[in-house]
């Protein structure tokens, strides 16, 4: 996993005051402060001027990476309540912190280093969420609330672990949605951007999903074909890719990092707007409206760069793998251990599965691990 890191400047994006309003409803259009927000996150950089392609589009491809984007919290914090951007003070405290995630990145030791260490800009966003206008995902609806399963969490849960369908789509090696695939995680967040006339494809580097998005102006298929992905279709408007993308299942998530979480319902409707700012940058927007999940539309937004010397990596998983198996027997082992204890006269908990251990098996500091207490 190791990649090398070539020092690169640090940029400030140049921001003004934007009133907020209250948030709309769902199914409502966007609110006149989101868009003011959005206009002033995809502006491009001062001289830039916009590529075109060999038949006129605008120029979007490359190899870009979400870890531009670590370090701004998907939730705002309390704190900052409306306030969509950072001050003076709190920029340059952000952008010290940024120094010390790719040092600390850069020197790490294990299967994890450098990832993380190709950020190269700082930002004054205080929330990947722009709308609405506390910054904050919305809440689930009753009838989403419904939908709740420990299959939510796959392996980052406790189980129960019977079939492979009590497991994420993303511990199956199968999707981790479109949302999960290009918000910023510990490791994997390189996307891969390709045109042709008629058509933009989008590959992920974790999961290896690839998106084919028509810009020829054909419709979507009928209602009744469901994808993992959807159904998207683009057109350009300026030099921004405008995507609509329907049709999904009900299987998918995009509440948590990778892809975890409440599931969304068929109804989601997901519109993408992709404008390069720069040389090296692309700024990213998706807009959620599902309303049989959460109370209200929400809109993400997050910079893409492609840093000096950028590369997807492969990622080999695939639903065969060692994990669903392994996963899956040591939970039976655990049923013939209960059950030989409780011949015994012995009644116990089912073993922690967690353990209150992190992504490297190592204890989390003011954790005691369950296990230990039995």
């Not at 990145?105 to 709308?131: C, H, M, P």
């Not at 995507?243 to 509440?255: H, K, L, Y």
């Amino acid at each position: 996993m190791t990649r090398r890191l070539r020092a690169s400047g640090t940029a400030v994006l140049g921001l003004v005051g934007v009133a907020m309003v209250l948030v709309p409803a769902s199914g409502q259009a966007q609110s006149a402060a989101s868009k003011a927000i959005s206009a002033q996150l995809s502006a491009p950089a001062k001289g830039y001027l916009q590529p075109k392609t060999e038949w006129g589009d605008p120029d979007i491809s490359g190899v870009w990476t979400s870890d531009a984007a670590l370090g701004i919290p998907r939730e705002r914090p309390e704190k900052f309540a409306d306030r969509a951007f950072l001050n003076d003070q709190e920029f340059t405290d952000a952008q010290k912190a940024d120094a010390q995630r790719v040092n600390s990145s850069v020197n790490a030791i294990g299967s994890f280093r450098n990832d993380g260490g190709w950020k190269n800009k700082s930002y004054r966003q205080t929330s990947l969420v722009i709308e609405p206008a506390d910054g904050r995902t919305p809440a689930f609806t009753a009838e989403a609330m419904k939908r709740a399963a420990p299959r939510d969490r796959g392996s980052f849960g406790e189980g129960p672990f019977d079939t492979p369908l009590d497991f994420t789509l993303y511990d199956r090696c199968i999707t981790r949605g479109i949302v999960g695939s290009v918000m910023p995680v510990v490791y994997g967040n390189g996307n891969r951007i390709v045109q042709a006339p008629g058509m933009v494809v989008i590959s992920y580097e974790m999961v290896h999903d690839t998106r084919i998005i028509y810009t020829d102006g054909r419709p979507h298929p009928a209602s009744g074909l469901r994808q993992w992905l959807g159904d998207s279709r683009g057109h350009w408007e300026g030099n921004t890719l405008v995507v609509e993308t329907t049709n999904f299942t009900d299987q998918t998530s995009i509440g948590g990092g990778n892809g975890n979480g409440l599931r969304h319902s068929t109804q989601m409707k997901l519109v993408e707007r992709i404008s390069r700012i720069d040389k090296d940058e692309l700024r990213y927007e998706v807009r959620v409206d599902d309303p049989n999940t959460y109370v209200a539309p929400f809109t993400l937004s997050l910079p893409l760069t492609s840093p000096p010397g950028y590369e997807l990596l492969p990622y080999e998983c695939h639903e065969g793998n060692y994990m669903l198996p392994h996963s899956l027997s040591a939970e039976r082992e655990e049923d013939a251990a209960i059950e030989a204890d409780r011949k015994k006269g012995i009644t116990r908990k089912r073993k922690s599965i967690q353990q209150n251990l992190d992504a490297g098996a190592n204890p989390i500091p003011g954790r005691a691990n369950p296990n230990d207490e039995q």
